[in-house]
């Protein structure tokens, strides 16, 4: 059983390492910004994400009901 529990473990640090090895090597190496607002091009086209999209809708709309009302 230790020997699986050993050789498993020494498996999942190999793959971390080799997942990490762009982000370990490069200066100022980071994870890639995949999100669409990252995206440089997609903004310039006026491409958003869902939540973006109705968190503006619901900040430039005059009619929407205040959520944060108290009754």
Do not use: W, Y
Request: with cysteine; net charge positive; aromatic share 2%.
């Amino acid at each position: 059983m230790l020997p699986t529990l050993l050789l498993t473990l020494l498996i999942i640090a190999i793959s971390f390492a080799l997942l990490a090895i762009t982000i370990i090597i490069k200066k100022n190496g980071r994870f890639p910004n995949i999100h669409i607002g990252g995206n440089k091009h997609m903004r310039k086209r006026g491409i958003k994400c869902a939540q973006s999209q109705d968190k503006d809708a619901r900040r430039n709309n005059p009619l929407a009901v205040k959520e944060n009302s108290k009754k």
